[in-house]
């Protein structure tokens, strides 16, 4: 069972991060798209199967602009732990 600063406080910011990120989405999807497209030209170049990037780029894309939420979150409680005294 979630505590009670759990909900008051975390759910709220992810939250906020969700909605502040999600205009951002198809920007930030097309940047890690890009950025897989690095990655498949090493692939290539070790001669390694591409299939196993199958995975990968879609869970990329589809859900990695959606990580930068957690990781806005979790920057704005450690800078709030930290200037506790």
């Known amino acids: 069972q979630p505590s009670l600063p759990f909900l008051h406080d975390f759910l709220p910011r992810v939250?906020?991060?969700?909605?502040?990120i999600l205009p951002l989405y198809p920007f930030l999807a097309i940047l890690i798209s890009f950025g897989f497209l690095f990655v498949i030209s090493i692939w290539e170049a070790l001669k390694l199967p591409m299939a196993w990037l199958n995975n990968p780029i879609y869970y990329g894309t589809l859900y990695g602009p959606f990580s930068v939420c957690y990781?806005?979150?979790?920057?704005?409680i450690q800078a709030q732990r930290e200037s506790l005294p």
């Open 15 to 20: 939250g906020w991060a969700f909605c502040r």
């Open 71 to 76: 990781f806005m979150v979790k920057r704005q």
